[in-house]
């Protein structure tokens, strides 16, 4: 049995994973960490902060906020504690920081937790190259809900990576054209961003020929879709040495 904790237990995504995290007779969630302490009745003791919690799981699934992502580290590293970061939203330096901890942890962090959005991303590593030789425009696509604080989102930039791995000169990427005066270049990848109601996620690239448009899309129908990706994460990566994983490990794709 896995002692499992939730970093950002009382988010939305928080408590889909706490319900089932305390179906799942692999666990035993002994700990959540949230600004919002009190906002739900856990089973399980829930601190405002890692450094004010006294018990050390095995591992945390992280679905919280970047801005908390400092205080997460620190405590792991000290206590020996496994991650699995679900939070989007990292910059440069914070994707670094996560990098240089894995050296005395076991990390997997991705911006999403998707087999989907994964096989997606393999797709444009292995296909990009045919269609960019043959000067196809290309253009990502993505939309969620209202509430989502960062845009473009991460997966975008993960697809946007995946494009870039596969093509011989990496393009530069452009996030929207307001105030764009010039016409679009054959250098670009442009990334939109969509916000309203309750879109869980969806993920749209698209090639545009000068005689036929290929698309390629993923939709999330539920939330639920990350939530079992990232307790999957977690049972893989249970015992693993310290470093840094990804999820196309996990599914080795």
């Known amino acids: ?33 949230d600004s919002r302490p009190e906002l739900y009745e856990n089973k399980c003791r829930v601190f405002e902060k890692p450094a004010d919690s006294d018990i050390y799981p095995d591992l945390i699934i992280d679905f919280s906020h970047h801005s908390c992502l400092d205080e997460l580290l620190l405590f792991a590293k000290e206590h020996g504690i496994s991650l ?8 440069a330096a914070q ?23 994964n096989l997606l991303k393999t797709i444009l590593e292995k296909y990009s190259k045919l269609l960019d030789e043959r000067s196809y425009d290309i253009e990502i696509i993505e939309k969620h809900h209202n509430k989502k604080v960062d845009a473009p989102s991460g997966t975008a930039y993960i697809l946007a990576d995946a494009v870039n791995s596969s093509i011989s000169t990496p393009k ?14 054959t250098n670009e990848i442009g990334i939109h ?18 005689s036929d448009i290929i698309e390629i899309n993923h939709t999330a129908l ?22 840094m994983y990804c999820m196309q490990d996990m599914f080795e794709i």
């Open 1 to 33: 049995m896995i002692n499992i904790g939730i970093s950002g237990i009382n988010g939305s995504m928080g408590q889909i994973l706490y319900k089932k995290i305390s179906e799942d007779d692999m666990f035993n969630l002994v700990m959540g960490i």
């Open 84 to 91: 699995v970061l679900a939070t989007t939203g990292y910059d």
């Open 95 to 117: 994707i670094e920081k996560i990098h240089s901890y894995s050296s005395d942890i076991a990390i997997l962090y991705s911006a999403n937790m998707s087999f989907g959005i």
């Open 172 to 185: 530069n990427f452009v996030n929207g054209r307001q105030g764009r005066t010039n016409p679009r270049t």
């Open 193 to 210: 961003a969509v916000r309203g109601g309750n879109i869980f996620g969806e993920h749209e690239v698209i090639f545009a020929g000068s």
């Open 222 to 243: 539920s939330k639920d879709l990350f939530a079992d990706g990232a307790i999957d994460a977690a049972k893989w990566l249970y015992m693993k040495e310290k470093g």
